[in-house]
């Protein structure tokens, strides 16, 4: 079992920047790509970025790609992702997940565990 716990979020103003983390704790955290997607009100959940097992792969969403950086801490099971130049339509719920794989991995039922995520808000 791994159980993750998203932090960090909360209301920025636009061109803000904003810091998640997201927590695991579980022997099974090892060997296992992590990624980050979102789901704003009445939309589908959607893919941020991912980051391999050994943190030398990532992958961006297009809408995030030029303002964010994924990383991840192994020794202290943990993954973050920075967002610069927040723009209201990053408002989401943001969820950490860790993937049934090493390899970086941006479909979303390629991950079996999920935080419960937590609230980005960006106001104009």
């Known amino acids: 079992q791994v159980q993750l716990v998203e932090s960090g979020g909360g209301l920025v103003q636009a061109g803000g920047s904003l810091r998640l983390s997201c927590v695991a704790s579980?022997?099974?955290?090892?060997?296992?790509?992590m990624g980050w997607f979102r789901q704003a009100p009445g939309k589908e959940r959607e893919f941020v970025a991912a980051i391999s097992w050994g943190g030398t792969g990532t992958a961006y969403a297009d809408s995030v790609k030029d303002r964010s950086t994924i990383s991840r801490e192994n020794a202290k099971n943990t993954m973050a992702l920075e967002i610069l130049s927040l723009k209201p339509e990053d408002t989401a719920v943001y969820y950490c997940a860790a993937a049934q794989r090493p390899d970086t991995v941006v479909v979303a039922s390629q991950y079996d565990y999920w935080g419960q995520g937590t609230q980005v808000t960006v106001s104009s």
């Open positions: 579980g022997r099974t955290f090892n060997s296992r790509a």
